[in-house]
């Protein structure tokens, strides 16, 4: 987009403060400012948006599929445009596609298909998360046991150099196959290292932050739980300000009360965030799916392994913002920063992404006051219109 684009009528959160009587200014694809309603500028688009609500589009950290598509089984970038346009129906404009523990062969051509995806600007497309393969048995979830092992040298010079390349990466490692140094050295170069499917201790997930990790992945899943006499990784994730805190908010992974409990405790800076970690189900009437050649079933919300085991979700973003708000009576506003500008603020990407600040990217949605999505805009331009379904 090269004019200038101006969406009037509605009532805008920027991701910090509500505005009344004002409207959003686009030009080049950026957000150039939020004025007071009626200036004129030549040869503008106008969109009306009378009666609409105005936010920041959301920022997904962690979401391995969408649309009929796994990133595990289509690591390229045909299978990125489609999570990435996937999710964008439900009000995703920034997604890490995630790479849950594979082959290494699996990996690098997820991380080449990252590199093509940045080179072909696909919209959505924000940078990638490698949940393992460098993750504890003890708390795999549902990764391939078969699959996990120690981070060697060869592992760190590939995440380096693709951090270098993409320059927007995050890592999901546990300190018992990843060793401070490495966590170092990854966080030096700038990736956001965040511990999970881990059963490390209080003090150990302490150390590993000052060694640099910056992150928790999905609360309360597949880690050490807060117990009174050893508070594990859950307790560090909340007593820690220098983390911050992915959490799944589908009422199947945690409880509305202790999501409750975590946001009423963690200490700041660090916020806690809202997650997907939703799988190829987004978007599509698949009853199952396969990841490393075992059968997940899709039955009422949830994914199972044949061993009831929960495999990654069955949730798009706009549907947990209005869990978060309907279910937990968290403030829209609040509720949308956890989708918007806490992920952001996680990833080190505020000054473009999460918040409609002069000079950040225009993603941006047009919601009902129920938090029903009329459209979805990407770098100002309309990736997503539900009136034309």
Known sequence: ???????????????????YGADLIVQAGRVKEIS???????????????????????VDLQVNGGGGTLFNEEPTLGGIRKICSAHARFGTTALLPTLITDTREVRTAAINAALEATAAKVPGFLGLHLEGPHISLARKGAHDPALIRPMDKADLDEMLACMKALGCLMVTLAPENATKEQVRALANAGVVVSLGH???SFETACGYSKAGARAVTHLFNAMSGLGHREPGLVGAALATGALDVGLIADGFHVNPAAMAIAIRAKQRPGQIFLVTDAMSTIGTDMTHLLLNGRE????????????????GADIDMLSSVRFIHEKLGMPVEEAIRMATAYPADAMGIASHKGRLIAGADADFL???????LRSTWIGGRKAFDATII
């Not at 004019?3 to 505005?19: E, K, V």
């Not at 047009?366 to 029903?372: I, K």
């Open 1 to 19: 987009m090269t004019g200038t684009l101006i969406i009037t009528g509605a009532r805008i959160f920027d991701g910090n403060d509500c505005h």
């Open 36 to 58: 007071p309603r009626g200036a004129e500028f030549h040869d503008a688009e106008i969109v009306d948006a009378t009666g609409l609500l105005l936010i920041p589009g959301f």
């Open 198 to 200: 881990t059963d490390a």
């Open 296 to 311: 997940i079933v899709r039955d009422r919300g949830r994914l199972t392994l044949a061993d009831g085991t929960l495999a």
């Open 366 to 372: 047009l919601l009902t006051s129920e938090l029903q």
